[in-house]
């Protein structure tokens, strides 16, 4: 299943993840940007017709679910960033994360565990 969202999607997803269920004011109080209700309910209304989220009545509200998890919606968006921006090389995108200056000592020690325990993993 190809999941994409815009970048307007992907706040209001975020809200949702982090909030677990929101009404349409509550989406729009959470979001940096100052967006009309409506630009906010329309932005629901079209995650919803593409599956990915729904909604329950409360009151004269509606409450809204995200029906697709963070980290699907991760492992689709960085294999579309591997694919676009990187030529399909997961390789090329590990390089770049490991070139990047902003990566503590720490997080390169738990990126270098984890390599080990992949590569550990791959001869069993």
């Known amino acids: 299943m190809e999941i994409s969202f815009s970048n307007r999607e992907l706040d209001v997803m975020a809200v949702l993840w982090s ?9 729009r ?3 940096r940007d100052d967006l009309a209700y409506t630009t ?5 209304q079209t995650l919803e ?5 729904r909604h329950e009545e409360q009151g004269k509200a509606y409450r809204y679910f995200s029906l697709v998890g963070r980290d699907v919606a991760a492992r689709c968006a960085l294999t579309e960033i591997v694919a676009k921006l990187f030529g399909g090389s ?3 995108l590990l390089m770049q994360l490991v070139a990047d200056r902003h990566l503590s000592d720490e ?13 550990q993993a791959s001869r069993e």
């Open 49 to 53: 017709r593409k599956g990915h989220v």
């Open 19 to 27: 909030r677990g269920s929101a009404t349409v004011a509550e989406v």
């Open 29 to 31: 109080d959470q979001l």
């Open 90 to 92: 997961s390789e090329l």
């Open 40 to 44: 906010v309910l329309t932005v629901l």
């Open 107 to 119: 997080a390169l020690i738990r990126a270098q565990e984890l390599l080990d325990d992949r590569l």
